[in-house]
């Protein structure tokens, strides 16, 4: 069974830019979690969807947006590129989502994603 | 709002040994889980143990068991017989009823050959 996968791997934009990561779930899963990591704040969520629709969404500026797919496939979206977006962006899907609570998140390898 | 609180920012063991990670996090919650992940350099996060607050047994599984005190709001990880390749950043993190994962700073671990 494949993992989670996430593209790009690696991503340098400018500043103003923005710019679309995806993930792709593990397969018969429907819920995909959002999550930036960075060395000064650490892992932080961001928003997590469930069958096309977003279940909840954390603490983030407006310029953070994402979407799911019927096929279960996420995107995110960050326009108006900052310095500080400069992170690892880690996705999790999972089968049931984090209402159920009883299902493992299974995370991808992550996206770097780096602003000049 | 839930918080987690890692202690110890990095930690050294020798192989074979025993180490033991702290963890505490605050929620008013009664209705929480509580993991532990590991993050390798591949970037990738690894379930490693995972406990449900309402049990009072200590989850375990082969080295690696937590030592879980609900009333101190404590969530320990302990690694026994350490092996090379448990070397990585471990996170510990809670997760409350229809709400996401809060995760601790991070625990970095080196096994020591």
């Known amino acids: 069974k494949a993992g989670v996968t996430q593209t790009p791997r690696y991503l340098i934009k400018t500043r103003g830019q923005q710019v679309t990561l995806s993930c792709s779930p593990i397969s018969g899963h429907r819920s995909v979690s959002w999550y930036q990591q960075t060395p000064g704040q650490g892992l932080q969520f961001l928003f997590e969807?469930?069958?096309?629709?977003?279940?909840n969404k954390g603490n983030f500026p407006g310029r953070f947006s994402g979407r799911q797919f019927s096929n279960s496939r996420s995107e995110m979206n960050v326009s108006t590129l900052e310095l500080g977006d400069s992170a690892l962006y880690l996705c999790?899907?999972?089968?049931?989502?984090?209402?159920?609570?009883?299902?493992?998140?299974?995370f991808g390898q992550g996206t770097r994603l780096t602003v000049v | 709002a839930q918080t987690v609180t890692q202690s110890q920012p990095e930690m050294s063991v020798q192989e074979a040994e025993t180490v033991t990670l702290s963890c505490t996090y605050d929620?008013?919650?009664?209705?929480?889980?509580l993991f532990w992940y590991k993050q390798p350099p591949s970037r990738q996060m690894i379930l490693v143990i995972r406990?449900?607050?309402?049990?009072?047994q200590n989850a375990t599984e082969n080295r690696f068991s937590v030592n879980f005190q609900k009333a101190a709001k404590s969530f320990s990880l302990k690694i026994s017989d350490s092996q090379l390749g448990d070397t990585a950043m471990y996170f510990c993190?809670?997760?409350?009823?229809?709400?996401?994962?809060?995760f601790g700073p991070g625990t970095r671990l080196s096994v020591l050959p």
């Open positions: 406990q449900e607050a309402y049990k009072q």
């Open positions: 999790a899907s999972s089968a049931t989502g984090t209402i159920a609570m009883n299902t493992e998140a299974f």
């Open positions: 993190a809670a997760l409350n009823y229809g709400q996401n994962f809060v």
């Open positions: 969807y469930f069958s096309e629709t977003q279940r």
């Open positions: 929620t008013s919650e009664n209705n929480y889980y």
